[in-house]
């Protein structure tokens, strides 16, 4: 089971025990940063070609659209809004939990945050690039060294 695998198996009402969140309480969040991070530094971006969905979805500013740099920056500063807001909501999580008895409600509204900025996050990339990342995460062996690359071979 992954990190995010866990969070998707969590139900709204949170279950008794911290216990039930092995790998969200003990993987190192430079761990878990670095999964965002190993699919963001794999995009490889183009400038000389653009792929519109719609051309209605094209939108205009004062100077003209927007240029294929301005836009690839924008979508990786809006990716790093949602894995920081997910990241700071997995510290609060951690908080949470260290409190016996925990906040019920606290932890709910938590796990919520999570999933909502995890969707956010995977909404901006192709359903197979999801998917294929998710199988990836599952063979990452992990270390408590901050500074260690991620292993994606298969145990």
């Given at each position: 089971?992954?990190?995010?695998?866990?969070?998707?198996?969590?139900?709204?009402?949170?279950?008794?025990?911290?216990?039930?969140?092995?790998?969200?309480?003990?993987?190192?969040?430079?761990?878990?940063?670095?999964?965002?991070?190993?699919?963001?530094?794999?995009?490889?971006?183009?400038?000389?070609?653009?792929?519109?969905?719609?051309?209605?979805?094209?939108?205009?500013?004062?100077?003209?659209?927007?240029?294929?740099?301005?836009?690839?920056?924008?979508d990786l500063?809006?990716?790093?809004l949602?894995?920081?807001?997910?990241?700071?909501?997995?510290?609060?999580?951690?908080?949470?939990?260290?409190?016996?008895?925990?906040?019920?409600?606290e932890?709910?509204?938590?796990?919520?945050?999570?999933?909502?900025?995890?969707?956010?996050?995977?909404?901006?990339?192709?359903?197979?690039?999801?998917?294929?990342?998710?199988?990836?995460?599952?063979?990452?062996?992990?270390?408590?060294?901050?500074?260690?690359?991620?292993?994606?071979?298969?145990?």
């Open positions: 089971m992954t990190v995010f695998q866990e969070l998707s198996s969590l139900k709204s009402d949170p279950p008794p025990s911290p216990k039930a969140f092995p790998l969200l309480l003990t993987t190192p969040i430079p761990t878990i940063r670095s999964f965002f991070i190993l699919y963001t530094s794999s995009l490889r971006y183009s400038t000389t070609t653009t792929l519109l969905n719609d051309r209605s979805f094209l939108k205009t500013s004062p100077g003209g659209p927007p240029t294929p740099k301005s836009v690839m920056i924008s500063d809006l990716r790093d949602h894995r920081n807001a997910f990241l700071t909501s997995l510290e609060d999580l951690r908080a949470q939990l260290l409190v016996e008895p925990y906040d019920k409600i932890v709910e509204a938590i796990i919520k945050e999570m999933r909502e900025e995890e969707r956010e996050w995977t909404g901006m990339i192709p359903v197979e690039d999801v998917e294929e990342a998710r199988r990836a995460v599952g063979y990452v062996n992990y270390t408590s060294n901050p500074d260690a690359t991620v292993n994606l071979q298969s145990n």
